[in-house]
């Protein structure tokens, strides 16, 4: 029972590394609370609750659609390393995550662990009830897109600070503090938005996927019509020109989309209608926005331009 | 010290401690996570708010089903097998049932069993919390041995398993019950190296019997993988993995003959995700060649092939791709009706272009054409018309 050549060697070589892998012993513990995020808007937000105490990094590129991200193997270098994982849940990262976190080998942020917070768990759904795959691409726990509402921003940095606080009680004062300051913020700009947005109460946008409804819940818009027929269905000029039947009588003003989908049948649309084509930021980062107000602010801007 | 100490590991890795070594490791490993190891902790759910929840405590389960409907241009041709279309004519290339589920905070399982062959495919169990960065499966799996293997059919972008990988791996793909053990190396990049020792057959290699015989470490079936991922840009993305599978050969594994396989892999792929990119426009390119030595009565095989993949995805629902295969004897016994050459390797070429059509994220559309040139038999031309469609919550794939 000869080995062929080299099968030896091979062999060896691997079960060496192995061994050697299991006597290395762990790292001691840093200083910083390592945070990686599924969404930058979550990463922007757990920095300015955790300031220098954290390190943050995010997945999902601000221009690149959640849902849809290859799952690359480096992600899971970051999810190995992390302390706290941030997710928007409701299924929303179902078509990437799940494989990176077990390769990630790190119990420290598997489901039901103090490091994985799920931010849905920290609002209130929209868009709950029984889902059906015949309605499109639809999330049973309701509709993911709740960051753009800033009232759940201060929900969601509520939550990031308790968390934070468990895995590192010893700075929970300056989380606090640090917590303090940005719900204080965030409570001044959302009286200045709803104020600006005030004239604009129950106008009508059309939206080109329904990602749109907790912000326009907050900014006090109607959304009269989606352009895909069914979420995740790319909208066909046959449903646009029904959607404009609709919509004549409704005056729209908007039509609404992120920068990662198509914008032809928007723009013909908008055209039609009458209406602005606005391509907005919806995540930290994207259109030169620094941070989680910035991206709101950006949005309320847009829409109360002339 | 450092160099006797090394030896020493050497020459426990040697012969039959082999698979004791790894066996003790992983259950080792296991009894570790299970106790004091383990880091797993409770949340305090109540406090930030309550989960929507479906069935939670149910696994997620998903069917998934592949329709074919093939034209063959030539009757007597190289047999397919597996989940590739047998015949002109229709049939269920595919008939999944898939589940998934975590066990408690140390495993998780998965299973995929086949209504169409009516064969289990895989049921293994998977560590969630080994120390060392380490990763065990146990069960029954497909192995990692280049970049097919181990997937299943309703991932692939081609509608036809590649004849490379069938004379190396078998048309089912090489897997059996075993033990895996990963270990994702401390660097800046993704880098993994992956050993097995799996019971089983498939292809070029076999377990032999152990009703008669009793096994040592080299009877099993050992596949090796080091995979290394680099982010080159926000849209460019290069892996790059390099294979090993050592094993008894099928031919013969009871007087000891022994088959090695030896491959690498490299994947680019370049998907633009800047402002105004959809992310549905991508490029990928795949390239993936085997050395294989095998042992047979009186002879020893020596082939080389391997396959390369150009897939383009125009827009959201619509993807291009095209495969060129190449297989060919480099040494050994001249293909006879007596020997196995037509099942384990025949000179081979083949060409296959195919349109995709996604109607959403779980519906797949293919009409695939495939020129097939293959030695002892004439030129076959192969049209296929395929549907696939996944229903139910099924595990996301891996890159």
């Known amino acids: 029972m000869k080995p062929l050549p080299g099968e030896d060697r091979v062999m060896r070589a691997f079960l060496t590394t192995v061994v050697l892998a299991c006597l290395v012993t762990a790292a001691g513990a840093e200083a910083k609370v390592r945070v990686i995020s599924t969404i930058p808007d979550f990463a922007s937000i757990a920095r300015e609750v955790g300031g220098d105490l954290v390190e943050i990094a995010a997945m999902v590129r601000p221009t ?220 930290v980062g994207a259109a030169k926005t620094k941070t989680y107000f910035d991206v709101i602010e950006y949005m309320v801007s847009e829409l109360i331009k002339q | 010290m450092r160099i006797a100490a090394i030896r020493f590991l050497g020459t426990l890795a040697h012969g039959r401690f082999r698979a004791l070594l790894l066996a003790v490791l992983v259950g080792g490993a296991a009894t570790l996570c299970a106790g004091e190891g383990a880091k797993a902790q409770e949340s305090d759910s109540g406090i930030f708010g309550k989960e929507i929840l479906g069935n939670e405590m149910n696994p997620s389960i998903s069917l998934i089903l592949d329709f074919t409907a093939a034209y063959f241009s030539q009757q007597d041709r190289v047999k397919l097998g597996g989940h590739n279309p047998s015949a002109t004519g229709m049939e269920l290339t595919g008939a999944e049932l898939a589940a998934s589920a975590n066990v408690d905070p140390y495993f998780r399982f998965d299973m995929a069993f086949c209504f169409g062959h009516m064969h289990l495919e895989e049921f293994y169990m998977t560590t969630l919390a080994l120390p060392g960065n380490l990763l065990a499966r146990a069960g029954l799996f497909l192995s990692k041995a280049g970049r097919i293997n181990n997937t299943h059919p309703h991932s692939w972008v081609m509608g036809l398993g590649t004849l490379p990988n069938m004379y190396l791996f078998g048309a089912e793909g090489l897997g059996g019950p075993g033990v895996e053990l990963s270990w994702l190396i401390p660097l ?115 082939d080389a092939g391997g396959y390369a993949d150009l897939t383009v995805g125009i827009s959201k629902r619509w ?78 794939h891996s890159y």
């Open chain 1, 64 to 283: 690149q659609d959640p849902h849809f991200l290859d799952a690359k193997p480096s992600y899971v270098v970051a999810l190995n390393k992390a302390d706290l994982l941030l997710l928007a849940g409701m299924e929303l990262e179902a078509g990437w995550l799940p494989p990176l976190l077990i390769s990630a080998r790190n119990p420290d942020i598997q489901k039901g662990s103090t490091g994985y917070l799920d931010c849905s768990t920290l609002i209130v759904p929209m868009e709950t009830g029984a889902a059906d795959r015949s309605k499109g691409d639809v999330h049973p726990g309701g509709n993911p897109h709740y960051w753009n509402d800033p009232r759940n921003g201060v929900r969601i940095a509520k939550g990031i600070a308790e968390r934070l606080s468990a895995l590192d009680p010893d700075n929970s004062e300056t989380y606090e503090k640090r917590l303090a300051a940005f719900v204080e913020t965030a409570n001044q700009r959302i009286a200045d938005w709803k104020q600006r947005l005030e004239p604009l109460k129950n106008a009508k946008v059309v939206v080109y996927h329904k990602s749109w409804v907790y912000f326009l819940d907050f900014a006090g818009l109607v959304e009269a019509g989606a352009l895909e027929p069914k979420p995740g269905i790319p909208p066909s000029p046959s449903h646009v020109a029904e959607l404009l039947r609709l919509t004549k009588e409704s005056n729209i003003k908007w039509v609404l989309q992120e920068s990662f989908y198509p914008t032809q049948l928007a723009k013909q649309f908008a055209e039609k209608s009458g209406a602005r084509h606005l391509v907005m930021p919806t995540m």
């Open chain 2, 188 to 302: 800046p990049w993704f880098s993994e190296i992956t050993a097995a020792i799996q019971n089983g057959e498939g292809g070029s290699f076999r377990t032999k019997s152990f009703s008669k015989y009793e096994p040592g470490p080299d009877d099993f079936i050992h596949p090796i993988r080091l995979v290394n991922f680099f982010d080159l840009d926000d849209d460019w993305a290069l892996q790059v993995g390099a294979n090993a599978v050592l094993a008894p050969s099928t031919m013969g594994p009871e007087v000891g003959n022994r088959s090695s396989a030896y491959g690498i892999d490299i994947f680019l792929k370049y998907r633009p995700i800047g402002w105004g990119s959809t992310g549905n426009f991508f490029v990928s390119a795949a390239l993936e060649g085997w050395f294989r030595e095998m042992e047979v009565p009186q002879d020893v095989w020596r």
């Open chain 2, 319 to 396: 993807m291009v791709a095209l495969r060129g295969e190449l297989w060919k004897r480099i040494e050994g016994d001249e293909p006879d009706e007596n020997n196995r050459r037509a099942e384990l390797g025949l000179d081979s070429q083949r060409v296959s272009a195919a349109l995709l059509f996604l109607p959403s994220h779980f519906s797949k559309m293919r009409l695939q054409y495939t020129l097939e040139s293959v030695e002892s038999f004439n030129l076959n031309h192969i049209v296929l018309m395929q549907l696939e469609v996944s229903a139910g919550s099924h595990g996301a």
